[in-house]
Nanobody, 123 residues
């Protein structure tokens, strides 16, 4: 069965960097778009970034452009989210997800989700 395991979330200070990882199994990883979403307390889940199956194409939310970078290693079945210059408003649970191939910036475009990893940014 499909499994997505996120890791790397932690408490950091504003301006710091961290990298999230999502290890995937149970499907042919290299054939699917992968995405990162986040959900802050009391807010809807929102799109952060997505990457095509080859890694040649990426999509990013306006709020993270220039700060976050999504990448993937198909040999390791892993997708990453490099987060630089983090802000307190980046505090959320971050989820990786397997894309269906459509609506890559919307949660409805994803079929499988991980359990999430908590990122907390202190000011």
């Amino acid at each position: 069965q499909v499994q997505l395991v996120e890791s790397g979330g932690r408490l950091v200070q504003a301006g710091d960097s961290l990298r999230l990882s999502c290890a995937a199994s149970g499907f042919t990883f290299s054939r699917y778009i992968m995405g990162w979403f986040r959900q802050a307390p009391g807010k809807e889940r929102e799109f952060v970034a997505a990457i095509s199956w080859t890694g040649g194409g990426t999509w990013n939310a306006e709020s993270v452009k220039g700060r976050f970078t999504i990448s993937r290693d198909n040999a390791r079945n892993t997708v990453y989210l490099q987060m630089n210059s983090v802000k307190p408003e980046d505090t959320a649970v971050y989820y990786c997800a397997v894309g269906s191939g459509v609506a890559v910036t919307m949660s409805t475009g994803y079929n499988y989700w991980g359990q999430g990893t908590q990122v907390t940014v202190s000011s």
